[in-house]
Protein backbone atom coordinates (compact mmCIF):
# COMPACT_ATOMS: atom_id res chain seq x y z
CA UNK A 1 0.00 0.00 0.00
CA UNK A 2 1.26 3.36 -1.03
CA UNK A 3 2.32 5.79 2.17
CA UNK A 4 2.72 9.46 2.85
CA UNK A 5 4.34 11.55 5.71
CA UNK A 6 2.39 13.59 8.15
CA UNK A 7 3.61 16.66 9.78
CA UNK A 8 5.11 14.60 12.14
CA UNK A 9 7.27 12.64 10.16
CA UNK A 10 5.25 9.42 11.18
CA UNK A 11 4.87 7.50 8.35
CA UNK A 12 1.49 6.33 8.12
CA UNK A 13 -1.29 4.66 5.58
CA UNK A 14 -3.41 7.48 3.49
CA UNK A 15 -6.06 6.50 5.17
CA UNK A 16 -4.71 6.83 8.80
CA UNK A 17 -3.38 10.31 7.49
CA UNK A 18 -6.75 11.66 6.46
CA UNK A 19 -8.85 10.11 9.99
CA UNK A 20 -5.39 11.56 12.05
CA UNK A 21 -6.47 14.99 10.60
CA UNK A 22 -10.31 14.85 10.85
CA UNK A 23 -9.57 14.28 14.54
CA UNK A 24 -7.10 16.27 15.04
CA UNK A 25 -9.35 19.34 13.67
CA UNK A 26 -12.18 18.02 15.38
CA UNK A 27 -10.45 17.68 18.54
CA UNK A 28 -9.37 21.45 18.21
CA UNK A 29 -12.88 22.63 17.62
CA UNK A 30 -13.98 21.29 21.02
CA UNK A 31 -10.86 22.43 22.89
CA UNK A 32 -11.03 25.86 21.43
CA UNK A 33 -15.09 25.81 21.85
CA UNK A 34 -16.09 24.48 25.41
CA UNK A 35 -19.70 25.78 24.49
CA UNK A 36 -19.57 23.54 21.51
CA UNK A 37 -18.07 20.95 23.27
CA UNK A 38 -20.86 21.05 26.42
CA UNK A 39 -23.52 21.05 23.37
CA UNK A 40 -22.23 17.70 21.96
CA UNK A 41 -21.73 16.15 25.82
CA UNK A 42 -17.99 16.33 25.22
CA UNK A 43 -16.50 18.08 27.95
CA UNK A 44 -14.34 14.93 29.19
CA UNK A 45 -12.79 14.81 25.55
CA UNK A 46 -11.44 18.05 26.21
CA UNK A 47 -7.87 19.10 26.71
CA UNK A 48 -8.37 22.44 27.80
CA UNK A 49 -9.89 24.07 30.68
CA UNK A 50 -11.18 27.44 29.73
CA UNK A 51 -14.74 27.91 30.91
CA UNK A 52 -16.55 29.73 27.93
CA UNK A 53 -15.71 30.53 24.60
CA UNK A 54 -13.00 33.22 23.14
CA UNK A 55 -14.91 35.83 21.63
CA UNK A 56 -11.94 38.51 21.21
CA UNK A 57 -11.46 39.82 17.60
CA UNK A 58 -7.78 38.24 18.32
CA UNK A 59 -9.74 34.80 18.49
CA UNK A 60 -11.12 34.82 15.43
CA UNK A 61 -7.96 35.93 13.98
CA UNK A 62 -6.22 32.79 15.22
CA UNK A 63 -8.80 29.99 14.35
CA UNK A 64 -7.89 31.77 10.71
CA UNK A 65 -4.36 31.21 10.89
CA UNK A 66 -5.40 27.59 12.23
CA UNK A 67 -7.40 26.43 9.70
CA UNK A 68 -5.22 27.96 6.87
CA UNK A 69 -2.61 25.74 8.13
CA UNK A 70 -5.27 22.66 8.75
CA UNK A 71 -6.15 22.79 4.78
CA UNK A 72 -2.65 23.49 3.84
CA UNK A 73 -1.65 19.99 5.91
CA UNK A 74 -4.41 17.61 4.21
CA UNK A 75 -3.97 19.56 0.59
CA UNK A 76 -0.26 18.24 0.98
CA UNK A 77 0.21 15.56 3.03
CA UNK A 78 -2.04 13.13 0.59
CA UNK A 79 -1.53 13.17 -3.63
CA UNK A 80 -4.24 12.30 -6.22
CA UNK A 81 -3.56 9.00 -7.00
CA UNK A 82 -3.76 8.01 -3.13
CA UNK A 83 -7.01 9.17 -3.01
CA UNK A 84 -7.86 7.19 -5.65
CA UNK A 85 -6.15 4.05 -4.57
CA UNK A 86 -6.12 3.83 -1.33
CA UNK A 87 -9.15 5.04 0.42
CA UNK A 88 -12.53 4.39 -0.06
CA UNK A 89 -15.68 5.77 -1.17
CA UNK A 90 -17.11 7.05 2.09
CA UNK A 91 -13.38 8.17 3.15
CA UNK A 92 -12.96 10.14 -0.56
CA UNK A 93 -16.72 11.61 0.25
CA UNK A 94 -15.52 12.34 3.78
CA UNK A 95 -11.65 14.11 2.29
CA UNK A 96 -13.56 16.26 -0.22
CA UNK A 97 -16.56 17.62 2.76
CA UNK A 98 -13.51 18.38 5.16
CA UNK A 99 -11.66 20.03 2.12
CA UNK A 100 -14.39 22.21 1.63
CA UNK A 101 -15.81 23.06 4.83
CA UNK A 102 -12.08 24.67 5.66
CA UNK A 103 -11.61 26.36 2.36
CA UNK A 104 -15.62 27.96 2.51
CA UNK A 105 -14.51 28.67 6.39
CA UNK A 106 -11.77 30.81 5.29
CA UNK A 107 -13.24 32.21 2.36
CA UNK A 108 -16.28 33.76 3.79
CA UNK A 109 -15.35 34.40 7.66
CA UNK A 110 -12.40 36.54 6.04
CA UNK A 111 -15.13 38.15 3.53
CA UNK A 112 -18.23 38.43 5.49
CA UNK A 113 -16.80 38.31 9.63
CA UNK A 114 -20.28 37.81 10.08
CA UNK A 115 -19.49 36.57 14.00
CA UNK A 116 -19.49 40.90 14.74
CA UNK A 117 -23.53 40.50 14.11
CA UNK A 118 -23.40 38.53 17.35
CA UNK A 119 -26.35 39.26 19.30
CA UNK A 120 -29.96 39.21 18.33
CA UNK A 121 -33.82 38.52 19.14
CA UNK A 122 -32.83 34.90 18.68
CA UNK A 123 -29.50 34.72 19.77
CA UNK A 124 -26.53 36.00 21.71
CA UNK A 125 -25.20 35.59 25.51
CA UNK A 126 -28.91 36.13 26.80
CA UNK A 127 -29.49 32.85 25.31
CA UNK A 128 -26.45 30.71 24.94
CA UNK A 129 -25.28 31.44 27.76
CA UNK A 130 -28.69 30.20 30.01
CA UNK A 131 -28.65 27.22 27.20
CA UNK A 132 -24.80 25.93 28.70
CA UNK A 133 -25.63 26.46 32.40
CA UNK A 134 -27.75 23.75 31.50
CA UNK A 135 -25.69 21.61 29.70
CA UNK A 136 -22.81 22.09 32.12
CA UNK A 137 -22.64 18.92 34.53
CA UNK A 138 -22.37 19.33 38.31
CA UNK A 139 -22.47 15.47 39.13
CA UNK A 140 -18.32 15.62 40.71
CA UNK A 141 -16.48 18.11 42.58
CA UNK A 142 -14.26 18.88 39.20
CA UNK A 143 -17.80 19.75 37.54
CA UNK A 144 -18.94 22.29 39.87
CA UNK A 145 -15.20 23.59 40.15
CA UNK A 146 -15.74 23.94 36.18
CA UNK A 147 -18.98 25.60 37.05
CA UNK A 148 -17.56 28.13 38.84
CA UNK A 149 -14.97 28.75 36.61
CA UNK A 150 -18.02 29.25 33.99
CA UNK A 151 -19.63 31.81 36.37
CA UNK A 152 -16.19 33.34 36.31
CA UNK A 153 -15.73 33.73 32.64
CA UNK A 154 -18.94 35.41 32.25
CA UNK A 155 -17.98 39.04 32.57
CA UNK A 156 -15.95 38.50 30.18
CA UNK A 157 -17.25 37.45 27.54
CA UNK A 158 -19.85 39.95 27.80
CA UNK A 159 -16.99 42.57 27.75
CA UNK A 160 -15.56 40.54 24.10
CA UNK A 161 -19.06 40.38 22.77
CA UNK A 162 -19.37 44.08 23.22
CA UNK A 163 -16.08 45.38 21.62
CA UNK A 164 -17.15 43.00 18.94
CA UNK A 165 -20.12 44.83 18.67
CA UNK A 166 -18.91 48.41 18.58
CA UNK A 167 -16.23 46.94 16.30
CA UNK A 168 -19.08 45.61 13.77
CA UNK A 169 -20.32 49.09 13.92
CA UNK A 170 -17.31 50.88 12.62
CA UNK A 171 -16.88 48.23 10.16
CA UNK A 172 -21.16 48.83 9.11
CA UNK A 173 -21.19 44.91 9.46
CA UNK A 174 -24.51 44.58 11.86
CA UNK A 175 -27.84 43.19 11.93
CA UNK A 176 -30.91 45.46 11.35
CA UNK A 177 -32.29 46.94 14.26
CA UNK A 178 -35.50 45.10 14.31
CA UNK A 179 -33.64 41.80 14.94
CA UNK A 180 -32.67 42.97 18.15
CA UNK A 181 -36.37 44.33 19.03
CA UNK A 182 -36.96 42.81 22.94
CA UNK A 183 -33.49 41.85 23.64
CA UNK A 184 -32.85 44.47 26.09
CA UNK A 185 -35.37 43.27 27.80
CA UNK A 186 -35.22 39.86 27.55
CA UNK A 187 -31.91 40.53 29.34
CA UNK A 188 -33.10 42.92 31.90
CA UNK A 189 -35.60 40.02 32.83
CA UNK A 190 -33.02 37.46 33.14
CA UNK A 191 -31.53 40.00 35.53
CA UNK A 192 -34.65 41.01 37.81
CA UNK A 193 -35.36 37.45 37.98
CA UNK A 194 -31.29 36.44 39.63
CA UNK A 195 -30.26 35.03 36.39
CA UNK A 196 -32.32 31.73 37.78
CA UNK A 197 -30.91 29.53 35.29
CA UNK A 198 -27.39 30.42 36.10
CA UNK A 199 -28.02 29.27 39.85
CA UNK A 200 -30.53 26.61 39.66
CA UNK A 201 -27.38 24.40 38.67
CA UNK A 202 -25.62 24.13 41.50
CA UNK A 203 -28.28 25.16 43.84
CA UNK A 204 -29.54 22.03 43.07
CA UNK A 205 -26.28 20.00 43.15
CA UNK A 206 -25.72 17.56 46.01
CA UNK A 207 -22.40 19.67 47.54
CA UNK A 208 -20.23 18.18 49.85
CA UNK A 209 -19.86 20.00 53.62
CA UNK A 210 -16.48 21.25 52.80
CA UNK A 211 -18.02 23.10 49.62
CA UNK A 212 -19.57 25.25 51.32
CA UNK A 213 -16.91 28.11 50.59
CA UNK A 214 -17.78 26.98 46.62
CA UNK A 215 -21.54 27.48 46.81
CA UNK A 216 -20.85 31.27 48.41
CA UNK A 217 -17.88 32.00 45.40
CA UNK A 218 -20.72 31.07 42.96
CA UNK A 219 -23.11 33.58 44.85
CA UNK A 220 -20.60 36.22 44.25
CA UNK A 221 -19.68 35.52 40.87
CA UNK A 222 -23.87 35.56 39.81
CA UNK A 223 -23.66 38.99 41.78
CA UNK A 224 -20.93 40.17 39.52
CA UNK A 225 -22.91 38.51 36.78
CA UNK A 226 -25.65 40.23 37.17
CA UNK A 227 -24.19 43.35 37.19
CA UNK A 228 -22.10 42.60 34.27
CA UNK A 229 -25.44 41.34 31.74
CA UNK A 230 -26.96 44.88 33.12
CA UNK A 231 -24.16 46.91 31.81
CA UNK A 232 -24.48 44.55 28.70
CA UNK A 233 -27.88 45.76 28.67
CA UNK A 234 -27.61 49.23 28.91
CA UNK A 235 -24.82 49.35 26.23
CA UNK A 236 -27.15 47.18 24.07
CA UNK A 237 -29.81 50.45 24.56
CA UNK A 238 -27.38 53.37 24.64
CA UNK A 239 -24.41 52.80 21.87
CA UNK A 240 -25.53 49.68 20.04
CA UNK A 241 -29.13 49.61 19.18
CA UNK A 242 -29.71 53.27 18.15
CA UNK A 243 -26.80 52.70 15.93
CA UNK A 244 -27.82 49.83 13.88
CA UNK A 245 -29.05 50.31 9.83
CA UNK A 246 -33.04 50.59 9.64
CA UNK A 247 -32.47 48.89 5.91
CA UNK A 248 -33.55 45.28 6.37
CA UNK A 249 -32.32 43.71 3.09
CA UNK A 250 -28.93 42.09 3.73
CA UNK A 251 -28.31 42.60 0.06
CA UNK A 252 -28.88 46.94 0.86
CA UNK A 253 -27.64 47.04 4.15
CA UNK A 254 -24.33 44.48 4.81
CA UNK A 255 -20.91 45.26 3.25
CA UNK A 256 -20.41 43.91 -0.59
CA UNK A 257 -24.23 42.84 0.31
CA UNK A 258 -25.64 41.10 -2.63
CA UNK A 259 -23.00 38.87 -2.66
CA UNK A 260 -23.13 38.01 0.95
CA UNK A 261 -26.88 37.55 0.51
CA UNK A 262 -26.24 34.63 -1.91
CA UNK A 263 -23.25 33.23 -0.17
CA UNK A 264 -26.01 32.87 2.36
CA UNK A 265 -27.96 31.09 0.08
CA UNK A 266 -25.68 28.95 -1.09
CA UNK A 267 -24.24 28.26 2.77
CA UNK A 268 -27.33 27.50 3.21
CA UNK A 269 -29.27 25.53 0.14
CA UNK A 270 -26.58 24.28 -0.85
CA UNK A 271 -27.05 25.13 -4.43
CA UNK A 272 -26.21 27.61 -6.70
CA UNK A 273 -29.83 28.84 -6.81
CA UNK A 274 -30.06 32.49 -7.63
CA UNK A 275 -32.71 35.05 -5.30
CA UNK A 276 -34.57 35.43 -8.36
CA UNK A 277 -34.88 31.95 -9.14
CA UNK A 278 -35.98 31.01 -5.67
CA UNK A 279 -38.40 33.44 -5.31
CA UNK A 280 -39.85 32.25 -8.40
CA UNK A 281 -40.31 28.48 -7.23
CA UNK A 282 -42.09 30.01 -4.30
CA UNK A 283 -44.79 31.46 -6.13
CA UNK A 284 -45.12 27.94 -7.99
CA UNK A 285 -45.08 26.03 -5.09
CA UNK A 286 -47.69 28.60 -3.69
CA UNK A 287 -50.00 28.04 -6.58
CA UNK A 288 -49.87 24.28 -5.93
CA UNK A 289 -50.34 24.14 -2.14
CA UNK A 290 -53.06 26.44 -2.31
CA UNK A 291 -55.18 24.99 -4.89
CA UNK A 292 -54.93 21.94 -2.23
CA UNK A 293 -55.98 24.07 0.38
CA UNK A 294 -58.60 25.31 -1.52
CA UNK A 295 -59.88 21.48 -2.22
CA UNK A 296 -60.30 21.17 1.53
CA UNK A 297 -62.17 24.35 2.62
CA UNK A 298 -64.50 23.76 -0.35
CA UNK A 299 -64.92 20.36 1.23
CA UNK A 300 -65.98 22.41 4.72
CA UNK A 301 -68.12 24.36 3.30
CA UNK A 302 -66.19 27.49 2.00
CA UNK A 303 -65.71 26.56 -1.65
CA UNK A 304 -63.94 29.45 -3.37
CA UNK A 305 -63.80 31.57 -0.16
CA UNK A 306 -60.21 30.35 1.40
CA UNK A 307 -59.48 33.49 3.22
CA UNK A 308 -62.68 33.02 4.79
CA UNK A 309 -61.76 29.77 5.90
CA UNK A 310 -58.40 31.10 6.91
CA UNK A 311 -60.04 33.55 9.12
CA UNK A 312 -62.16 30.80 10.65
CA UNK A 313 -59.29 28.74 11.47
CA UNK A 314 -57.02 31.19 13.20
CA UNK A 315 -59.66 32.62 15.06
CA UNK A 316 -62.09 29.96 16.31
CA UNK A 317 -61.92 28.86 19.79
CA UNK A 318 -62.03 25.45 18.52
CA UNK A 319 -59.04 24.93 17.63
CA UNK A 320 -57.09 26.75 20.79
CA UNK A 321 -55.60 24.84 23.30
CA UNK A 322 -57.24 25.01 26.70
CA UNK A 323 -54.01 25.14 28.80
CA UNK A 324 -50.04 24.26 28.64
CA UNK A 325 -51.04 21.42 29.99
CA UNK A 326 -53.73 20.12 27.28
CA UNK A 327 -51.29 21.27 24.57
CA UNK A 328 -48.12 19.19 25.78
CA UNK A 329 -50.27 16.71 26.24
CA UNK A 330 -51.39 16.62 22.65
CA UNK A 331 -48.20 16.56 21.37
CA UNK A 332 -47.77 13.35 23.79
CA UNK A 333 -50.47 11.75 22.34
CA UNK A 334 -49.14 12.34 18.73
CA UNK A 335 -45.44 11.30 19.17
CA UNK A 336 -46.90 8.31 20.93
CA UNK A 337 -48.68 7.58 17.85
CA UNK A 338 -45.86 8.34 15.60
CA UNK A 339 -43.33 5.72 17.03
CA UNK A 340 -44.75 2.30 16.23
CA UNK A 341 -45.92 3.12 12.90
CA UNK A 342 -42.56 4.27 11.79
CA UNK A 343 -41.66 0.90 11.01
CA UNK A 344 -43.02 1.27 7.99
CA UNK A 345 -41.00 3.56 6.58
CA UNK A 346 -37.51 3.11 8.67
CA UNK A 347 -36.15 -0.16 9.20
CA UNK A 348 -36.28 -1.35 12.67
CA UNK A 349 -32.26 -1.43 13.37
CA UNK A 350 -31.72 1.95 11.61
CA UNK A 351 -33.97 3.59 14.40
CA UNK A 352 -32.05 5.50 16.68
CA UNK A 353 -31.85 4.84 20.91
CA UNK A 354 -31.51 8.47 21.78
CA UNK A 355 -34.77 9.31 23.91
CA UNK A 356 -36.79 12.65 23.31
CA UNK A 357 -37.95 14.96 25.75
CA UNK A 358 -40.81 17.15 25.54
CA UNK A 359 -41.22 20.31 27.10
CA UNK A 360 -42.39 23.87 27.19
CA UNK A 361 -40.24 26.83 25.77
CA UNK A 362 -38.48 28.28 28.11
CA UNK A 363 -40.22 31.42 29.52
CA UNK A 364 -37.51 34.08 29.30
CA UNK A 365 -37.55 33.67 25.02
CA UNK A 366 -40.76 32.13 24.69
CA UNK A 367 -42.34 35.43 23.84
CA UNK A 368 -39.39 35.58 20.99
CA UNK A 369 -39.54 32.11 20.16
CA UNK A 370 -41.36 30.24 17.43
CA UNK A 371 -44.22 27.67 17.88
CA UNK A 372 -41.87 24.39 18.68
CA UNK A 373 -38.64 23.59 17.96
CA UNK A 374 -35.84 20.89 18.08
CA UNK A 375 -32.41 21.00 20.62
CA UNK A 376 -30.27 17.89 19.81
CA UNK A 377 -29.47 15.72 22.29
CA UNK A 378 -26.06 14.17 23.24
CA UNK A 379 -25.07 10.22 22.12
CA UNK A 380 -21.62 10.83 23.79
CA UNK A 381 -21.42 7.77 26.43
CA UNK A 382 -20.00 10.64 28.87
CA UNK A 383 -22.70 12.81 29.13
CA UNK A 384 -25.90 11.39 27.38
CA UNK A 385 -28.81 13.91 26.60
CA UNK A 386 -32.08 13.55 25.63
CA UNK A 387 -32.79 15.00 22.35
CA UNK A 388 -35.84 18.02 23.44
CA UNK A 389 -39.08 18.93 21.51
CA UNK A 390 -39.60 22.78 23.00
CA UNK A 391 -43.29 23.41 22.61
CA UNK A 392 -44.15 27.70 22.98
CA UNK A 393 -46.87 27.32 25.36
CA UNK A 394 -46.87 31.51 25.83
CA UNK A 395 -49.54 33.56 23.80
CA UNK A 396 -51.65 30.49 24.44
CA UNK A 397 -54.78 32.03 22.18
CA UNK A 398 -52.53 32.10 18.89
CA UNK A 399 -51.38 28.02 19.02
CA UNK A 400 -53.47 26.27 17.02
CA UNK A 401 -54.37 22.38 17.27
CA UNK A 402 -54.34 21.74 13.47
CA UNK A 403 -50.49 22.45 12.74
CA UNK A 404 -49.28 20.19 15.84
CA UNK A 405 -49.50 16.76 13.86
CA UNK A 406 -47.32 18.38 10.95
CA UNK A 407 -44.76 20.18 13.81
CA UNK A 408 -44.63 17.22 15.68
CA UNK A 409 -43.24 15.30 12.41
CA UNK A 410 -40.67 18.10 11.79
CA UNK A 411 -39.27 18.36 14.78
CA UNK A 412 -39.39 14.85 16.77
CA UNK A 413 -40.34 12.43 14.47
CA UNK A 414 -39.15 11.25 12.11
CA UNK A 415 -37.85 15.20 11.74
CA UNK A 416 -35.02 16.56 13.47
CA UNK A 417 -35.01 13.97 16.38
CA UNK A 418 -34.80 10.59 14.12
CA UNK A 419 -32.52 12.37 11.46
CA UNK A 420 -29.75 13.65 14.48
CA UNK A 421 -30.05 10.99 16.47
CA UNK A 422 -29.24 8.29 14.01
CA UNK A 423 -26.72 10.55 12.49
CA UNK A 424 -24.99 10.42 16.20
CA UNK A 425 -24.36 6.56 15.83
CA UNK A 426 -23.12 6.33 12.20
CA UNK A 427 -19.59 5.29 11.73
CA UNK A 428 -18.30 8.56 10.21
CA UNK A 429 -15.89 10.86 11.63
CA UNK A 430 -16.92 13.25 14.09
CA UNK A 431 -16.78 16.36 12.01
CA UNK A 432 -19.64 14.24 9.79
CA UNK A 433 -21.92 13.26 12.71
CA UNK A 434 -21.84 15.95 14.49
CA UNK A 435 -23.18 19.50 13.35
CA UNK A 436 -22.92 23.23 15.26
CA UNK A 437 -26.69 23.57 15.01
CA UNK A 438 -25.99 27.08 17.12
CA UNK A 439 -24.76 30.78 15.96
CA UNK A 440 -26.80 30.93 12.48
CA UNK A 441 -26.03 34.57 12.89
CA UNK A 442 -22.29 33.74 11.87
CA UNK A 443 -23.47 32.35 8.16
CA UNK A 444 -21.74 31.92 5.89
CA UNK A 445 -18.92 32.42 7.76
CA UNK A 446 -18.77 29.54 10.04
CA UNK A 447 -18.42 25.37 9.42
CA UNK A 448 -21.55 24.16 7.73
CA UNK A 449 -24.84 22.93 8.60
CA UNK A 450 -26.59 22.03 5.36
CA UNK A 451 -29.29 23.37 6.56
CA UNK A 452 -31.04 21.96 2.90
CA UNK A 453 -30.58 18.85 4.21
CA UNK A 454 -31.46 19.05 7.56
CA UNK A 455 -34.48 21.60 7.32
CA UNK A 456 -35.22 19.51 3.92
CA UNK A 457 -35.88 16.29 5.87
CA UNK A 458 -37.79 17.62 8.52
CA UNK A 459 -40.09 19.20 5.80
CA UNK A 460 -40.20 16.18 4.22
CA UNK A 461 -41.34 14.29 7.51
CA UNK A 462 -44.27 16.40 7.54
CA UNK A 463 -45.39 14.76 4.14
CA UNK A 464 -45.21 11.50 5.56
CA UNK A 465 -48.26 11.60 8.30
CA UNK A 466 -50.88 9.88 6.03
CA UNK A 467 -48.27 6.79 5.94
CA UNK A 468 -47.84 7.04 9.36
CA UNK A 469 -51.75 7.18 10.26
CA UNK A 470 -51.81 10.66 10.88
CA UNK A 471 -53.92 13.76 9.40
CA UNK A 472 -57.36 11.77 9.62
CA UNK A 473 -59.20 14.93 9.92
CA UNK A 474 -59.58 17.73 7.13
CA UNK A 475 -58.26 20.36 9.25
CA UNK A 476 -55.18 18.52 10.24
CA UNK A 477 -54.45 17.80 6.96
CA UNK A 478 -54.79 21.93 5.97
CA UNK A 479 -52.62 22.43 8.89
CA UNK A 480 -49.82 19.98 7.06
CA UNK A 481 -50.84 22.26 3.91
CA UNK A 482 -50.79 25.48 5.84
CA UNK A 483 -47.22 24.67 7.40
CA UNK A 484 -45.78 23.61 3.82
CA UNK A 485 -47.76 27.16 2.43
CA UNK A 486 -45.57 29.00 5.19
CA UNK A 487 -42.21 27.42 3.48
CA UNK A 488 -43.11 27.89 0.24
CA UNK A 489 -44.11 31.84 1.86
CA UNK A 490 -40.92 32.12 3.21
CA UNK A 491 -38.39 31.28 -0.26
CA UNK A 492 -40.67 34.40 -1.71
CA UNK A 493 -40.59 36.53 1.75
CA UNK A 494 -36.57 35.90 2.27
CA UNK A 495 -35.80 36.53 -1.06
CA UNK A 496 -38.32 39.41 -1.71
CA UNK A 497 -36.79 41.55 1.75
CA UNK A 498 -32.85 40.78 1.16
CA UNK A 499 -33.13 40.93 -2.76
CA UNK A 500 -36.03 42.33 -4.29
CA UNK A 501 -36.41 45.27 -1.95
CA UNK A 502 -39.52 44.44 -0.04
CA UNK A 503 -40.76 46.14 3.04
CA UNK A 504 -41.32 44.16 6.43
CA UNK A 505 -45.09 45.09 6.72
CA UNK A 506 -45.22 43.55 2.90
CA UNK A 507 -44.05 40.11 3.93
CA UNK A 508 -45.99 39.92 7.20
CA UNK A 509 -49.07 40.53 4.59
CA UNK A 510 -48.18 37.77 2.27
CA UNK A 511 -47.35 35.37 5.35
CA UNK A 512 -51.34 36.36 6.41
CA UNK A 513 -52.73 35.87 2.89
CA UNK A 514 -51.51 32.39 1.89
CA UNK A 515 -51.44 30.78 5.21
CA UNK A 516 -53.56 30.12 8.32
CA UNK A 517 -50.71 31.68 10.66
CA UNK A 518 -52.33 34.49 13.04
CA UNK A 519 -50.39 37.71 13.11
CA UNK A 520 -48.21 37.68 15.84
CA UNK A 521 -46.33 34.16 14.72
CA UNK A 522 -46.46 35.73 11.20
CA UNK A 523 -44.59 39.03 12.56
CA UNK A 524 -42.47 36.65 14.78
CA UNK A 525 -41.50 34.59 11.34
CA UNK A 526 -40.64 37.89 9.17
CA UNK A 527 -38.66 38.87 12.24
CA UNK A 528 -36.40 35.87 11.82
CA UNK A 529 -36.08 35.89 8.01
CA UNK A 530 -34.66 39.54 8.67
CA UNK A 531 -32.43 38.05 11.08
CA UNK A 532 -31.54 35.52 9.15
CA UNK A 533 -31.11 35.73 5.71
CA UNK A 534 -30.86 32.62 3.80
CA UNK A 535 -31.90 30.73 6.36
CA UNK A 536 -35.21 30.19 5.51
CA UNK A 537 -35.02 29.39 2.22
CA UNK A 538 -33.33 25.74 2.58
CA UNK A 539 -36.30 23.92 4.12
CA UNK A 540 -38.35 23.79 0.66
CA UNK A 541 -35.57 23.80 -1.42
CA UNK A 542 -34.21 21.06 0.24
CA UNK A 543 -37.61 19.29 0.80
CA UNK A 544 -38.28 19.56 -3.07
CA UNK A 545 -35.01 17.62 -3.98
CA UNK A 546 -35.95 14.81 -1.59
CA UNK A 547 -39.58 14.64 -3.04
CA UNK A 548 -38.07 14.58 -6.56
CA UNK A 549 -35.50 11.70 -5.39
CA UNK A 550 -38.30 9.45 -3.78
CA UNK A 551 -40.46 9.76 -6.85
CA UNK A 552 -37.90 9.35 -9.21
CA UNK A 553 -36.73 5.82 -6.89
CA UNK A 554 -40.52 4.76 -6.87
CA UNK A 555 -40.63 5.37 -10.75
CA UNK A 556 -37.27 3.63 -11.70
CA UNK A 557 -37.83 0.59 -9.23
CA UNK A 558 -41.62 0.23 -9.45
CA UNK A 559 -42.26 -3.00 -7.11
CA UNK A 560 -38.57 -3.33 -6.04
CA UNK A 561 -39.16 0.07 -4.12
CA UNK A 562 -38.74 -0.14 -0.06
CA UNK A 563 -39.31 2.85 1.61
CA UNK A 564 -37.36 1.94 4.37
CA UNK A 565 -34.29 1.38 2.10
CA UNK A 566 -34.95 4.24 0.47
CA UNK A 567 -34.68 6.35 3.75
CA UNK A 568 -32.16 4.39 4.65
CA UNK A 569 -30.12 6.05 1.83
CA UNK A 570 -30.86 9.36 3.00
CA UNK A 571 -30.66 9.08 6.37
CA UNK A 572 -27.50 6.97 6.94
CA UNK A 573 -25.92 9.88 4.98
CA UNK A 574 -25.60 12.59 7.64
CA UNK A 575 -26.33 15.37 6.69
CA UNK A 576 -24.74 16.51 3.44
CA UNK A 577 -25.06 18.62 0.83
CA UNK A 578 -28.26 17.97 -1.54
CA UNK A 579 -26.19 17.32 -4.61
CA UNK A 580 -24.30 14.72 -2.61
CA UNK A 581 -27.64 13.01 -1.73
CA UNK A 582 -28.75 13.07 -5.44
CA UNK A 583 -25.77 10.89 -6.15
CA UNK A 584 -26.33 8.14 -3.30
CA UNK A 585 -30.19 8.08 -4.16
CA UNK A 586 -29.15 7.13 -7.76
CA UNK A 587 -26.52 4.79 -6.61
CA UNK A 588 -29.06 3.12 -4.95
CA UNK A 589 -31.55 3.31 -7.23
CA UNK A 590 -28.73 1.83 -10.45
CA UNK A 591 -28.02 -1.02 -7.60
CA UNK A 592 -31.50 -1.93 -7.22
CA UNK A 593 -31.85 -2.01 -10.84
CA UNK A 594 -28.94 -4.26 -11.94
CA UNK A 595 -30.22 -6.72 -8.37
CA UNK A 596 -33.68 -6.71 -7.42
CA UNK A 597 -32.93 -8.57 -4.20
CA UNK A 598 -30.55 -5.75 -2.85
CA UNK A 599 -31.91 -4.58 0.96
CA UNK A 600 -30.06 -2.26 3.20
CA UNK A 601 -31.12 -4.44 5.98
CA UNK A 602 -32.88 -7.34 6.47
CA UNK A 603 -36.44 -6.87 6.11
CA UNK A 604 -38.12 -6.41 10.03
CA UNK A 605 -41.88 -7.73 10.98
CA UNK A 606 -44.20 -4.92 10.33
CA UNK A 607 -45.92 -3.54 14.19
CA UNK A 608 -48.71 -5.58 13.71
CA UNK A 609 -47.04 -8.35 12.92
CA UNK A 610 -44.74 -8.57 16.31
CA UNK A 611 -45.67 -7.99 20.03
CA UNK A 612 -41.89 -8.39 20.41
CA UNK A 613 -41.41 -5.27 18.41
CA UNK A 614 -44.54 -3.13 19.44
CA UNK A 615 -42.89 -3.90 23.11
CA UNK A 616 -39.75 -2.38 22.51
CA UNK A 617 -41.37 0.26 20.48
CA UNK A 618 -42.84 1.96 23.69
CA UNK A 619 -43.07 5.37 24.31
CA UNK A 620 -41.58 5.43 27.34
CA UNK A 621 -37.98 4.59 25.63
CA UNK A 622 -38.70 7.97 23.62
CA UNK A 623 -39.62 10.34 26.46
CA UNK A 624 -37.93 10.94 29.14
CA UNK A 625 -39.92 11.95 31.43
CA UNK A 626 -42.07 8.82 31.26
CA UNK A 627 -39.43 6.34 31.64
CA UNK A 628 -42.40 3.97 33.73
CA UNK A 629 -45.23 4.01 31.23
CA UNK A 630 -48.25 6.74 32.01
CA UNK A 631 -46.09 8.34 34.94
CA UNK A 632 -45.80 11.61 32.40
CA UNK A 633 -46.60 14.32 34.30
CA UNK A 634 -46.05 17.28 31.85
Known amino acids: MATTTTTTTTTTSPSEFVKQEFATTWQWRIDTDPELAASLGMLSRRRSR ?47 LYKMQLGDYLKYTRAYQAYLCCVNRLEGPQTDLALYARYLPVKTYTD ?44 RGMVEGNLESFSKPIQNAFLLPQEQDLKEECEKLLESSKVSFAQFADFLESEYIPNLRTEISASKGYPD ?42 ADGYGGKLEEYLQYLRTSTKFEPKSATELLAHYRDIIGRIYPALLNLCHMMTLPRQPLEITETPAT ?7 AYYLAGSADSSAPRPGIFYVNTSELPTRRIYECEALALHEALPGHHTQGAIQGELPLPDFRR ?44 FGQLSMEAIRCC ?30 HDARTEVARYITWPGQACAYKVGERVMRKMRTYAETELADSFDPRDFYDVVLLSGAVPLNVLQERVESYVERVSNDPQFRTRQPTAQVAESDDIVNILTFANWCKCCVVPGSCQL
Open 365 to 371: SASLAPA
Open 257 to 298: GERYYEDCLKFHTTTNMTPQEIHQLGLDEIRRVRSEMESIAA
Open 490 to 519: RLVVDTGMHALGWTQEQAVRFMLDNTAMGE
Open 434 to 477: YLEDRRYFEAPSRFPFYTGYIEGWGLHSETLGKELGLYNHPTDQ
Open 50 to 96: HALDPRSLRSFEQRLVWVEKALKRIETGITPEEIETCLTKEEQLSLE
Open 144 to 187: RCFYRDFLRAIPKQLMEVQELLSYGLEQKKTPPQVSLSGVVDQI
